[in-house]
């Protein structure tokens, strides 16, 4: 080997923990709340108040088997829930009911990521640090509020697929657009709905032996997740190319000054002590469970996206923009049946970013003043060139505004095309040869990256009202090629 | 006979189960768990392989809970035994400043 | 005639209430009276007088006192569980079983002591003082269910309740000469029993004889929603009638009768004299194997203190009980409230279950030790092909003296010798007063296939006819 630099491949892995859309907390009946005032959804069960035991909330497994499903995961005909024993303020039995050798989802993939698991548990109550810093370290007194404590989880593991933080990112948009679709969980990062994880390691590329893990606690957003990972990966490269070794730790991520810090070790001497929960029986997910939990599925993004490229001849990019947002691929398809069949399904594709660019990139088109069925009447214009794509894109912004139908507004604001039989444009068209002899003599010698100048003069000329390739084909016509 | 238990393993069960044990207590520890391990020590013996673990011994599954909310509890009396009540919620030392 | 009226069953006053007979409030306050002057130990709350709603005459139970096992939460009432960490804790809802005596019209009139948190067969290891036993006030009641076991004995409550985790309810009854039933694990909700064990503690009822246990079992049996492990009794529970016992089989297991099993003399006479009344009375006695059962004890020494140590880690000063603020910090005020909660007993079995469930000892001892139960619930139903009950006798010994094995933890274990199988195995067993040994009760126990109690009971009722033990004399004892 030469002294040539090592290039470093970053191995990642998810531990995401998803809130469930229960009404009832996992195995008591308080109502699930956010925001609430503390400790008023709580009963002798979440309190951990003794004599009291737990009882497994039915709609927590379907969605459990829901889950499992639409990440393919074989569903465990029998599981189990264990006893995970620690002690902390926010847990009040002094252990969480959790599965752990037989989980209710086995082995999945979803996209390029392979599933690990899925299993079952219940939230740990929330614990608010009052003191001088009002931050854990420093503070002196904590307050627990048992509001979520016992809130229904789903935990999913991946295999160590990811590869970057982008990808990372990218990836975890695909897992919440698909709870969002199948309707589990808010998947609300900022309102904890959706908690992220991160094991990360660095190996020399090419190498199949996966380097020592870090594990990213608290990383609750998209935005920390990508930072937080990508400052991992960065540390631990520059120590292996410093010759050093990575230490096997958790490190807590705050999104205050986007460091990660390291937890102490005392607190990772875990010995959880688990044994199979004699309070509970075991979960035999039955065909019926089975089929319910099926036949509640919806299409599911990826397979929306697959179809949409492959149906519709989408690109791949234009196809998850459009499923991996349900309103955006709702909208399209709405506006692909209200244009009837002779409606360019790709250029109406086309067409969905302009229109989220104008009613804001948050917004559901659904809430906008432009119906699917003006969206695909402005597309027939396009395409049977009665209205230039320049001149459409004005349209749009009018159609945003006004919730006018597109041809009463191209009509009002007579931004109709000019066509080649029109005897206007051939005239412009001259007009911008005769303007600029340069550039016509250059497109004549073949060089038609000069045309550009020639079609900006004839644009501004008609106020974008022509279309672009007319444009072209009459230069090319005057110019004799 | 199994050996006498040593003390870091004492204080490191104890410490696991919360429990602060004197010095005296750890000594007394060491010699009654022993004991009690030795006799239970036979049962390491026997040819058990195959033979499934019983966590329950009723043939029961599936005992779930329709998602249906109940009362919660009022939050006096939710706090009525706890033995600091702050804010509406359950005072205890933070986590953060268990150092010395 | 208060001492006619003592003389009745839980079930005779409950039906001479009914019939107009017997005014309810009187036979309240003669039970009330003598439980306050109690001066066995046996309560740790009593009520101050007859319940503010009266008596409902019409209901099975016809308010017919009843002592409750400190560990059943009672709302509002002290609920300590025989534990200085509990100490003046009132929960704020009931016992499902308790609940379900109340509607069929038992009324409450006090809760009784026991070892802490059920650890204990003496019941000197309740926090608030020893229970002493009524045949004689020097020695030790049984346990852990001893203050509701002394009560009944001595005739300051008619019946009361149990629990039973690996003898509980049955080496009590047989110490203080009364009948002990524990039911098949999950017959009765465990719903607000401060849990010991929770695969095998089972509430059960502690009575002066078969038809009262019959009764009382009658109505805490049944399906609880609020109890994943409970099981709807497959039968009604029947008052018992059979007066022989025409080719019922009995089997008599060697390995927990051999030379090396600890048992007394006297108690293994007790225990041939009633095989040879149940052969008067049609039976068909022989021996039957049960190889695991000698291991029974230690694999019941390491799943009941493992269960346990992850039962009673919600005892931590946050939400209830005892706070002891040690240094200041989280981790010392959690050390240093355990450590002044708990008796030693309770430490000791924590550190066991903690160390048997710690990484790397988990196969070893929990892995274990839960194969093991497997064997002997094999153990059982292969001798229930040939056999309808296995009897031995309840406990080793009679009631032992105060004093005389609590230095000896192991020695304390080996009560449980002969009641731990049946518990491992979750099936039900009885112990009856079989005789006196030296003066002292001695127990005999029946076990059944699981859901068998209806047969169990019927087979107990007909020897205890049979035995006629009299148990008067602790009665006439347990008066202060
Ligand atoms: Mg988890
Ligand atoms: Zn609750």
Redesign the pocket.
Same mark, same amino acid.
């Given at each position: 080997m030469s002294g040539a630099a090592v290039e470093y491949e970053p191995v990642i892995g998810l $531990?995401i =923990?998803v809130q469930l859309r229960t009404r009832t907390k996992m195995f008591c009946g308080c109502e699930l709340s956010f925001g609430d005032e503390p400790n008023v959804h709580t009963c002798p069960r979440c309190l951990g108040l003794p004599g009291t035991l737990p009882v497994v909330n039915a709609q927590a497994v379907h969605y459990g088997i829901m889950i499992g499903l639409a990440l393919g995961c074989e569903i465990a005909p029998r599981s189990q829930f264990h006893r995970?024993n620690y002690f902390y303020p926010d847990l009040p039995k002094g252990y969480?009911i959790?599965q752990y050798d037989v989980p209710i989802c086995g082995p999945g993939k979803l996209g390029e990521v392979r599933i690990h698991r899925v =299993?079952l $548990?219940e939230d740990a109550a929330k614990l608010v640090h009052v003191g001088e810093s009002g931050r854990i370290h420093g503070a002196d007194r904590s307050v627990v509020d048992f509001n979520r404590g016992g809130t229904p989880?789903a $935990?999913i593991v991946t295999e160590p697929d990811l590869h970057s933080a982008d990808e990372a990112r990218e990836w975890l948009n695909l897992l919440r657009t698909t709870l969002r679709a199948i309707g589990v969980s808010d998947v609300n990062m900022e309102e904890g709905s959706l908690r992220c994880d991160a094991n990360v390691s660095v190996r020399p590329l090419g190498s199949d032996q996966l380097g020592t893990k870090t594990e990213l606690k608290n990383m609750n957003s998209f935005r920390f997740l990508a930072q937080g990972v990508k400052a991992e990966i960065e540390r631990q490269t520059a120590l292996l190319r410093a010759g050093e070794q990575v230490q096997q730790e958790t490190l807590h991520f705050d999104p205050a000054s986007g460091r990660l810090t390291p937890l102490r070790s005392k607190e990772q001497a875990h010995d959880y002590r688990y044994f199979p929960e004699p309070d509970l029986v075991p979960l035999v997910v039955t065909e019926a469970m089975l089929e319910r939990a099926r036949a509640e599925l919806p299409e599911l993004p990826a397979d929306r996206a697959a179809r949409l490229e492959r149906d519709l001849g989408l690109s791949g990019e234009r196809a998850r923009e459009l499923a991996f947002r349900p309103e955006l691929g709702d909208f399209y398809e709405a506006a692909l049946a209200a244009g009837g069949p002779q409606l360019d399904a790709v250029a109406l594709a086309n067409w969905i970013p302009p229109l989220v660019e104008r009613i804001g990139s948050d917004a559901d088109p659904a809430g906008s003043r432009v119906s699917p069925s003006a969206l695909a009447a402005l597309v027939a214009l396009v395409s049977s060139r009665a209205v230039s794509q320049t001149a459409a894109r004005d349209v749009l912004t009018l159609m945003v505004q006004s919730g006018d139908q597109p041809a009463t507004i191209v009509e009002r604001e007579g931004l109709g095309a000019i066509g080649g039989d029109d005897s206007g444009l051939a005239q412009v068209v001259a007009a911008a040869i005769a303007a600029d002899p340069d550039a016509a003599e250059k497109v004549r010698d073949g060089n038609m990256k000069a045309v550009g100048p020639l079609v900006g003069y004839v644009m501004r000329e008609t106020k974008g009202r022509a279309d672009g390739g007319e444009i072209t084909r009459l230069i090319r016509e005057q110019l004799g090629l | 006979m199994v050996a006498m238990l040593e003390r870091e393993t004492v204080d490191h069960v104890a410490r696991l189960a919360r429990l602060a044990l004197s010095d005296a207590e750890t000594d007394v520890m060491a010699v009654e768990l022993s004991k009690i391990l030795d006799h239970i020590e036979a049962i390491r013996t026997l040819d058990l392989d195959g033979v499934e673990p019983t966590s329950h011994v009723i043939d029961v599954v599936n005992a779930l809970r329709a998602d249906v909310p109940h009362h919660s509890l009022p939050r006096e009396l939710a706090l009525a035994s706890a033995p600091d009540p702050v804010d509406g919620g359950f005072g205890v030392p933070s986590p953060g400043a268990s150092a010395q | 005639m208060s001492d006619a009226l003592l003389n009745l069953t839980a079930a005779a006053a409950a039906a001479a209430i009914r019939a107009g007979e017997l005014d309810p409030a009187e036979l309240f306050e003669l039970y009330r009276e003598r439980a306050a002057a109690d001066s066995l130990n046996a309560f740790s709350w009593l009520c101050d007088g007859a319940p503010d709603a009266g008596f409902d005459r019409s209901t099975p139970l016809a308010g017919v006192p009843l002592g409750v096992k400190d560990l059943f939460c009672t709302a509002g009432i002290p609920t300590q569980s025989g534990s200085r960490i509990l100490e003046g804790y009132r929960p704020p809802y009931t016992a499902t079983v308790v609940e379900r005596l109340y509607a069929a019209g038992a009324t409450l009139l006090g809760k009784t002591h026991q070892d802490e948190f059920a650890m204990g067969s003496s019941n000197e290891n309740c926090a608030f003082g020893p229970v002493l036993n009524p045949w004689d006030r020097t020695r030790v009641p049984g346990g852990s269910s001893g203050g509701s076991a002394a009560a009944v004995a001595a005739g300051l409550v008619p019946w009361a309740l149990g629990t039973d985790t690996g003898g509980s309810i049955r080496q009590p009854a047989s110490f203080c000469g009364i009948v002990g039933l524990k039911p098949t694990y999950g017959s009765c909700s465990r719903y607000g029993m401060i849990a010991f064990a929770s695969s095998l503690d089972q509430a059960g009822p502690l009575t002066r004889d078969v038809s009262d246990s019959a009764l009382l079992f009658s109505h805490m049996v049944g399906q609880d929603a609020n109890d994943s492990t409970s099981l709807a009794f497959p039968e009604p529970v029947r008052m018992p009638a059979r007066r022989e016992l025409s080719g019922v089989r009995l089997g008599v297991p060697e390995e927990l009768l051999s030379a090396d099993s600890g048992i007394d003399q006297g108690v293994r006479e007790s225990f041939e004299q009633t095989l040879s009344l149940a052969r008067g009375l049609g039976a068909v006695v022989s021996p039957c194997r049960l190889p695991h059962a000698p291991h029974a004890l230690s694999a019941y020494y390491i799943v009941a203190p493992a269960e346990a140590s992850a039962n009673l880690a919600r005892f931590d000063g946050v939400r209830y009980g005892l706070r002891v603020p040690g240094n200041g910090d989280l981790e010392s005020m959690y050390s240093a409230t355990r450590a002044a909660g708990f008796g030693p007993e309770v430490k000791r079995r924590i550190m066991l279950g903690t160390y048997a469930l710690s990484s790397g000892y988990y196969d070893a001892y929990y892995g274990t030790a839960l194969r093991v139960r497997t064997r002997i619930a094999q153990d059982f139903q292969r001798a229930f092909e040939q056999f309808d009950f296995i009897v031995t006798p309840t406990a080793p010994g009679t009631a032992f003296e105060l004093g005389a094995k609590s230095s000896d933890p192991l020695a304390m274990y080996l009560n449980d010798f002969c009641t731990v199988p049946m518990s491992l195995a979750g099936i039900p067993a009885i112990s009856i007063p079989a005789g006196l040994s030296e003066g002292l009760p001695v127990g005999f126990q029946l076990a059944g296939p699981a859901f068998s109690e209806n047969r169990l009971l019927d087979a107990a009722f007909a020897l205890e006819q049979a035995i006629g033990f009299d148990g008067s004399p602790a009665r006439a004892g347990g008066r202060a």
């Open positions: $531990e =923990h995970k969480q959790s =299993h $548990e989880l $935990e | - | -």
